[in-house]
């Protein structure tokens, strides 16, 4: 008898480690299960970190709940809007060979060599490019198959690709207004408060609607910001900016509060996809 109950103890032992070996797998199985489909990346041309708050942007503010942030960001030097972009799209800054000059005009020659673009289009996603200057047409390669140059607003673009199928989609707005403001009314000021807040109004249903697609991953940063009514300075303010990272599918815990640069904005990209491939790949899911 008693070695018949111990023959019985561990049979019950052993469905019960089957039982939640399955469970378990089924759990880190589905934490896998959904693909990362919509990658946003918002860039607010001029935006001083300092100024975020609930009342000049309550929406970026719940995004931040959602997600992760900082807003110790730096920018490239000396700190201006092509040579910073340039710097977030190759991952080189002006210091290592990336772009010195600020100013572009079109007719003149392109960016060289990948870009986060490359990157997005190589993964299958469909690329869109949006901006509010005229300078940043420097950056359209080959792998943007969308680009809209719009000097006063370009939401009305961006979400015009986000929902024209259920693609994969990659998607960069650039939005001006702030390095208007700044210059003359000063950063930090009342207009350039109340700019922010019409620009947070603005880029809300954009945001709203990449979110009700699902499978998404959000960022917003800038490019620079400023002091008083000057930018483009070595002034410490004048290299500022934030980190706004969130997504339903993706677990960004490791860049909570990083010391972040932009050039490390496109290795961050790269390191998300390359998580997404892992994880598709031992959940047996083509990476296209």
């Not at 979110?211 to 002034?235: C, F, M, P, Q, R």
Request: charged content about 20%.
């Amino acid at each position: 008898m008693k070695i018949k109950k111990h023959i019985y103890s561990k049979k019950k032992f052993a469905v019960r480690l089957l039982v939640i070996l399955v469970l378990s797998f089924s759990v880190y199985s589905d934490s896998f299960a959904n693909e990362l489909k919509n990658i946003l990346i918002i860039s607010i041309d001029a935006l001083h970190p300092k100024a975020l708050n609930p009342k000049t942007s309550n929406n970026l503010q719940k995004l931040m709940e959602q997600g992760v942030y900082t807003l110790d960001g730096f920018s490239t030097n000396p700190p201006l809007t092509l040579v910073s972009h340039a710097a977030m799209f190759s991952g080189i800054g002006p210091e290592k060979g990336g772009r010195q000059d600020n100013t572009w005009h079109s007719g003149q020659s392109g960016i060289k060599g990948e870009t986060i673009f490359n990157i997005a289009k190589s993964q299958g996603y469909s690329t869109g490019f949006f901006y509010s200057k005229g300078k940043l047409g420097f950056l359209v390669n080959q792998a943007v198959d969308q680009q809209k140059l719009d000097s006063n607003f370009s939401v009305e673009n961006a979400m015009a690709f986000v929902k024209i199928s259920d693609q994969k989609k990659f998607c960069f707005l650039h939005i001006s207004g702030l390095d208007r403001t700044g210059p003359v009314e000063g950063w930090l000021s009342p207009g350039y408060m109340e700019e922010l807040f019409f620009i947070d109004e603005s880029i809300a249903p954009l945001i709203e609607m990449v979110k009700s697609k699902e499978s998404y991953l959000i960022i917003v940063t800038s490019d620079h910001a400023g002091h008083g009514t000057i930018h483009g300075s070595n002034h410490p303010d004048d290299a500022k900016l934030p980190l706004i990272m969130a997504s339903d599918v993706i677990n960004l815990a490791k860049y909570k509060g990083i010391k972040y640069h932009v050039k490390q904005l496109k290795p961050i990209l790269e390191s998300v996809l390359k998580l997404q491939n892992d994880n598709n790949q031992i959940e047996g899911i083509p990476v296209k």
